[in-house]
């Protein structure tokens, strides 16, 4: 069991974990409930659903983007078939060429900002994302995007600027509250994280990846017990007894790598990843 509060070392070796997760976020796993979904969001308006066999949807989107890789939609399919399924350099490769090809399509610079970020390449991505919209027309998921890489970088003020800047067209956007929350959460301010991601929670009903994220915070507080209670809210037995062992696994774990070992079986959060 945890003590009621944590040490600072642990603390920041947790820290690290969450900041892992917060780009593996919006950035291409799985849909799946519960823990698998805790993360950072990098917004994408029309993620497809997750594909129940990922590598059947790449051999047929590959299909499709050779036949004609000129095809803008083809490649950005591509692109998304490829990050979910944990191919990130690959899709980075193919989004990229698709931009050299179609330098304005914005669909397609959101797309590969998104696997810039995925595949950890976070200054570029904030670089390509903000070529994804204009301050004439911005774009919340995009903004939401650019705040999560920066907080990635550990530029949290400015990454708040961008959140701040979402709401304002999103007023009380769940997704964009989570992103927010965990940036309290990678700059430590525990107290605001868990505030702000208790009002992602209300406005974002049963979304596993918003409660994933509170549960976090509350047990990175000491708060096990609670944190158990908001992971297993709602779920089969089975399910909820999953979701709260992998909890204690990643809130236990003893040093960076493991902890980044156990981040990636954690698909990130859909519009989120960059979503």
């Known amino acids: 069991m945890l003590q009621k509060s944590l040490h600072p070392s642990r603390i920041a070796r947790l820290l690290a974990c969450a900041s892992f997760l917060a780009l593996a976020s919006g950035l291409g796993g799985c849909s799946t409930s519960g823990l698998s979904d805790i993360t950072g969001s990098l917004g994408e308006t029309a993620e497809p659903a997750r594909a129940a066999d990922p590598r059947r949807e790449v051999e047929l989107t590959q299909e499709r983007y050779r036949a004609n890789p000129k095809d803008a939609d083809a490649a950005l399919r591509y692109g998304k078939a490829l990050r979910i399924a944990g191919q990130r350099s690959q899709a980075v490769a193919v989004l990229e060429q698709a931009t050299i090809a179609h330098p304005s399509n914005k669909a397609l610079l959101a797309g590969y900002g998104r696997a810039l970020a995925d595949n950890g390449n976070f200054q570029q991505a904030f670089d390509v ?147």
């Open 129 to 275: 994302l903000g070529r994804a919209h204009s301050p004439e027309d911005p774009d919340w998921r995009l903004l939401s995007a650019q705040g999560a890489t920066l907080d990635q970088l550990g530029r949290y003020e400015e990454a708040r600027q961008y959140y701040s800047s979402a709401l304002k067209i999103a007023p009380e956007e769940p997704t964009v509250l989570s992103n927010l929350g965990l940036s309290y959460v990678l700059s430590k301010d525990l107290a605001k994280a868990e505030e702000t991601l208790r009002r992602a929670h209300v406005r974002a009903g049963n979304d596993p990846r918003v409660r994933a994220n509170l549960a976090m915070t509350v047990g990175l507080q000491g708060r096990l017990a609670e944190a158990e209670k908001i992971v297993k809210a709602d779920l089969p037995a089975a399910e909820a007894a999953a979701n709260v062992a992998q909890l204690k696994r990643m809130l236990s774990r003893k040093d960076k790598e493991n902890a980044r070992a156990e981040a990636g079986k954690m698909p990130i959060a859909a519009s989120g990843r960059v979503e």
